[in-house]
């Protein structure tokens, strides 16, 4: 029998599962989650997953409809702009007041050469995983574990934006180069120019993202806090 404890792990641990295929853009916002289809392919209880489902809703991650089940969310336009406050106020300090040996170091630099040898693949959505890694490296440069949990959430809600739009290679390609300049700057101890060189970065990716998304709500019809 399972402890209370037990089952709050597992709930967890299936959680970040669910939110780990969500960053790797194997769920698709509005994408319809079967209960029987997923409780089988992670061996838990439709119970637990269950579970799961409410922390994830809890995340704004899934969304839970009356006699049509539960489905991947589909982001606001008011969420995506929440999203890109947060993560200047939190990266952009990061980087700039890191240790330049951070072992963190290690993992930018493991980002930037997945997101360089995806692109010349063509495989863009393994440069936006590589991409969501390169970031998660960089809020782990300020030795907070809190911030690694929220920080986790955060990314898995902008794939989520990501996702909405229908051109990964538009979306991803600009942004390779830009993240070896910042980690280039960032291994040269230049770590207040590489925190400009991010907001700036920031700044350019969401005006894109909100730009793409107002025109897909425009051509669709859909309301903007769908």
């Not at 409410?54 to 409809?65: A, C, M, N, Q």
């Not at 089940?69 to 969420?79: F, L, Q, W, Y």
């Not at 952009?92 to 951070?102: D, K």
């Not at 991409?131 to 959430?153: C, G, K, P």
């Amino acid at each position: 029998m399972e402890t209370p404890t037990n089952a709050q792990t597992l709930n967890e641990r299936m959680a970040e599962l669910i939110r780990q295929k969500i960053v790797k853009g194997e769920f698709s916002p509005g994408q319809r989650l079967s209960e029987a289809a997923l409780s089988e392919s992670l061996a838990i209880s439709r119970n637990t997953l269950r579970e799961v489902f409410r922390l994830l809703t809890k995340e704004g991650l899934v969304k839970h409809e009356p006699n049509r089940g539960v489905s991947v969310a589909i982001p606001s336009i008011a969420s995506i702009i929440d999203i890109y406050r947060v993560r200047r106020l939190i990266e952009c300090q990061a980087i700039a007041h890191a240790y330049p040996r951070h072992p963190a170091k290690k993992h930018l630099r493991e980002a930037i050469d997945t997101a360089v040898r995806c692109r010349g693949s063509s495989d863009w959505q393994g440069v936006g995983t590589a991409n969501m890694e390169f970031h998660m490296a960089i809020v782990e440069l300020a030795d907070s574990e809190r911030l690694n949990v929220m920080f986790r959430h955060v990314l898995a809600e902008l794939r989520l934006a990501f996702g909405l739009l229908n051109d990964p290679e538009f979306l991803h390609a600009p942004y390779v180069d830009m993240n070896v300049k910042i980690v280039e700057l960032f291994e040269a101890g230049k770590l207040q120019e590489a925190s400009a060189q991010l907001n700036e970065y920031l700044v350019h990716s969401e005006r894109i993202v909100l730009a793409v998304y107002a025109r897909r709500i425009s051509d669709t019809g859909l309301p903007a806090g769908w």
